[in-house]
């Protein structure tokens, strides 16, 4: 799951590197000789390459600070996974990217996924409304913080999907029954969303 040309930490893949074209063909005798603007001085790259630089590094920053934290699910019943359960199908349909995130455990057994990616060259909003799950959509109203929200459970796992600025939060719990699960998750947007990059 994850980043269109994305972010976290290096966010997946957004790296230029240009190409010098008279490198390839020899010029013919007599030809006229164009002007070239003259190469940027050391140590300092052309202003275009520190601007994406610099969205790169805020998105990621973003990203980071939307993942939910020990102290963020005090009062849910969870600790840390052992190991990361296996992504739905749902989770697997979002957009590329570089996704951060944790995984947890309730004592009845049920786990939860939290997948958060950014987007350098689109908004969140826009990748949610490509992004299609199957199984039953959730009634969801919109939790404060996010500008979008989409939601839906299949079998005995739910998974819910918020989006602000550049960054995609998403929650997803596996559970016993759909019943559940759909309550758990439920109960998790509106924490995840008060998580999401002011906008």
């Not at 010098?20 to 063909?25: C, F, K, R």
């Not at 004592?107 to 990616?117: A, K, N, Y």
């Not at 060259?121 to 959509?137: F, I, Q, S, W, Y």
């Not at 998974?159 to 998790?188: I, Y």
Request: aromatic share 4%; proline share 8%; glycine share 10%.
């Amino acid at each position: 799951m994850v980043l269109s040309t994305v972010l976290l930490a290096g966010l997946a893949g957004c790296a230029d590197r240009p190409n010098n074209l008279e490198t390839y063909y020899d010029r013919p005798a007599g030809a006229a000789t164009t002007s070239t603007p003259p190469p940027a001085a050391p140590g300092k790259p052309d202003a275009a390459a520190a601007a994406a630089s610099s969205a790169q590094r805020e998105i990621a920053d973003e990203v980071t600070a939307a993942v939910l934290t020990k102290s963020d699910l005090a009062g849910e019943g969870v600790r840390p996974a052992t190991e990361r359960p296996e992504s739905s199908a749902c989770f697997n349909g979002v957009p590329a990217g570089d996704p951060r995130g944790a995984s947890w455990t309730y004592s009845s057994g049920s786990s939860l996924i939290q997948q958060v990616t950014g987007y350098l060259d689109e908004t969140a909003t826009g990748v949610l409304d490509r992004v299609r799950c199957d199984g039953r959509a959730l009634d969801l109203p919109l939790p404060s913080g996010a500008e979008s929200v989409r939601g839906w459970c299949s079998g005995g796992t739910c998974t819910v999907l918020l989006a602000a600025g550049h960054v995609l939060s998403g929650l997803e719990v596996s559970a016993t029954t759909s019943t559940r699960a759909e309550d758990a998750v439920k109960s998790l947007a509106p924490l995840a969303a008060r998580k999401l990059p002011a906008t």
